[in-house]
Structure formats: C-alpha cells, structure tokens
C-alpha cells in the first residue's frame, strides 16, 4: 500500500499551484490564515512555507509578511554569498581554522563567479541590511546563534557548517567528528598507549560533543576504563593547551599521551612539555584536530584529524547555490569523514608507563 502524502507537501503543493495560476501574485495570507482556509494545523503550513522559502520559491520580510520570489518582488541578484561567524568565537576569523574555512569559501565562491563577504553580529543590529544585499548566507552555526540564523534564514537562503541547525529544514555540511577521534585512539593504542588523555573543547555545540563522545567508545572499543582524571575541559584556546598539559603532568601518574580537541591546544601543549623538559613523542604523545598549516611546520610534526576543508567549501557552496537557483536538494544533511594524518608526534608508549 501507497503511503499517504505528507501533509506540509500537500501545503506546498497547493502554493504553488496558487502561485502558477495567479491566485496568489504577491504576499501570500498569513499563516494561521492559510491553516484555517486549509484545514491543516499551523506547525504543517510553517512548515510548509519554511520550505519553500528555502527553495527559493517565497522569501519572508520580518514584520511584513512572506512574498512570491517572482521577478518583480524578488531581490535582485548580486553573486555575493555572505560567510557569517558568531563574534564570540576567540581570535574569529583570524582564528587559525577559520581563516582555512574562509579562504576555502572565498577560492570555491570565485570559481563559480561569485564574491564572499564576511559579517558576523558585532554590530547586531545590521545583520537584516548585510542580509538584504547578499543572494545567500553560509554560517559557521552554533546552538547559541540559533535566533540570528533564523533572522538571516528569513530574508536570504541558508546553509550551515560546523554543527547543523535545529532547523532541519536549513542544509548542513558537518564532519563526522565522532568517529575522527575514534581512529585517534585506535591508533594510540596500536602504538601501545593505555593511558591515555583528553583535552576537550567547548562542549556547547555537536563538535564538542561528539568529539568527547569518539573519545570514550574509542576507550571503551579497547576495553580501556574511562578515567575522569584523564579529562581536561578546554576552550580550544593554546592557553588551554598550556594549563591542560599542566594539569596532566600534576597527575601522581600522568598519561602517556594527549589528544586534543584541536591543534591549537595541541601546540600550547607541546610548548608547556617542552618547557618541563620532556621529548615528544619519546616521553609524551601528542595528537590533534584540524590540521591548520602550522601542523605540519612544526617540529615534531603533529599528528591531527585533518579537517576536509576543501570539500566543506565545495559541498555547502553546492548546496547555497542549488538554494539561490531555485532548485530542490537531493541530501541537505551532508556528513564529510576526516583522515588522520600520521606525523612524528606519536611513539611506541614505554612498556613500563603503558601497563
């Protein structure tokens, strides 16, 4: 037996065919309206038009209403995309990863003739008149920055990356950060290690989260007990680095090695190491996540989760771009896995430290 169509599809259905045969020319009724005429609940023509505004069929002006995207009420194109980091991110795009992500974004926006603008909510209150001028939006998203993803999602196409929005209407583009940290374990233990320690980053997002959570199923794959004294909560900061590192050494028995949530941590605790006067990889193990240019650099070379940065350019400007012209998605949640990048800061744990 057929399933029966869902009901929002229905919704946009009947829009649409409003829209072909003139009934509907211009602002659409409100919502509640269109739920009463119709016969739906209010959540399925949200819904319904949510939907359809993401593909670029009706556009929403806060306060006024939600209108045809026709020739004569649509914006008018300007091939720029906007790139929008929350200001509260340390060092923002100066940041060593996003400045990857940014330059990735503006190399893959240019191949296809557009420009990228960054703009973040420093200046709250403009985010509506940056929005205005922009044919989309990719944002780096973050559970706190849901209001203001909404804000932009109202006026221009949307796309995230980093984390997805609790909007599963809005396309993502994540990394599987889960099982990225899990191969670190793995790889850890091969060479030995069971004592193995965490460094977290800030665990108010799925990145966080889920590279905690690789941290401990990689433990427990192996049979090693999860042990609190192994964690340090981080910032993603290379003070953070520092003061974990720090930390770990104050340990009656410290690790044998250290995974990081990210590189930046990774380097600030390469630094305090090597000021107590231990050798890595000999003496400590040390891995991180990101694969910022540095990485490879430094000496000893990190070894780190490199990040698919290229393909989270190439996959959420695929995705934009398909918003912008209108044209339905096949997959709006895309999950890009991560390659651990073997270097020299690993060893063989010492036999009598691993037991």
Do not use: W
């Not at 919502?31 to 949510?50: H, N, P, V």
């Not at 191969?183 to 069971?194: P, T």
């Amino acid at each position: 037996m057929q399933k029966p169509t869902p009901k929002y599809l229905l919704v946009e259905q009947y829009i649409k065919q409003a829209i072909k045969k003139g009934k509907i020319v211009d602002k659409l009724p409100g919502e509640r309206t269109l739920a009463k005429d119709l016969g739906f609940s209010y959540m399925t023509i949200r819904k319904a038009i949510d939907n359809l505004v993401a593909e670029g069929i009706l556009y929403k002006v806060p306060t006024k209403g939600t209108f045809i995207a026709d020739k004569k009420s649509a914006k008018k194109t300007t091939h720029t995309i906007g790139y929008f980091l929350d200001a509260s991110i340390a060092s923002g795009l100066t940041s060593p990863y996003y400045s990857l992500i940014f330059d990735a974004l503006e190399k893959e926006t240019a191949l296809h003739g557009y420009s990228l603008v960054y703009f973040s909510d420093a200046g709250n209150g403009n985010i509506e008149k940056i929005v205005s001028k922009l044919d989309g939006v990719i944002i780096s998203s973050f559970p706190r920055i849901e209001n203001i993803i909404q804000r932009i999602k109202n006026i221009a196409p949307v796309t995230v990356i980093d984390n997805s929005s609790s909007d599963k209407t809005i396309p993502s583009v994540i990394i599987d950060n889960f099982n990225a940290v899990v191969d670190s374990v793995d790889y850890l233990v091969s060479l030995g290690h069971q004592r193995i320690a965490f460094m977290t980053g800030l665990e108010d997002s799925d990145v966080g989260k889920d590279r905690c959570a690789g941290y401990r199923s990689g433990l427990n794959k192996h049979a090693i007990k999860f042990d609190q004294a192994l964690v340090f909560r981080g910032n993603y900061s290379f003070k953070a680095g520092i003061h974990g590192a720090e930390y770990f050494l104050s340990l009656e028995q410290p690790p044998t090695a250290i995974m990081c949530a990210n590189d930046s941590m990774a380097l600030g605790a390469m630094r305090k190491l090597y000021e107590a006067g231990l050798e890595i990889p000999n003496d400590m193990s040390v891995t991180g996540f990101d694969d910022i240019e540095v990485a490879s650099q430094i000496q000893p070379a990190l070894t780190t989760i490199a990040a698919p940065i290229n393909q989270i350019a190439k996959r959420s400007f695929d995705l934009i771009h398909h918003l912008i012209q209108g044209n339905e998605l096949d997959n709006r949640h895309i999950a890009l896995p991560a390659k651990l990048v073997i270097r020299q800061s690993c060893a063989k744990a010492k036999k009598s430290e691993a037991a």
